[in-house]
């Protein structure tokens, strides 16, 4: 099984996954939204498909705190996301979304 098929978090309404590089669509929507892109730091309006992928990859789940998880609602696309970066020693973790 490889690391990133081992994140999966269910609620009744919503579950996190890896993001997948064909998520791009619901990506590029949700941080190239106008109201958005300029509260992020990586990602701007317009974003192509290319940057959104390559946005993606560098956050893919690797077992350890630097990713990005889909958030999604059954039967739809993603919704958002939702991530968890390393910060120091006495300040270990961060949460973001979109």
Partial sequence: MAVEENLLLKTKRLYLRPLR???????QQIGGHPLVAPMLTST?????????????????YRGKPG?????VMPERAVIGVAGLR????????SCAYL
């Fill in 21 to 27: 590089l064909d998520d791009w669509p619901s990506v």
């Fill in 44 to 60: 701007g309006t317009p974003w192509p498909k290319a940057p959104v992928q390559g946005w993606i990859r560098a956050r893919q």
């Fill in 67 to 71: 990713f990005c998880a889909a958030v």
């Fill in 86 to 93: 390393p910060n120091s020693a006495d300040d270990p973790c």
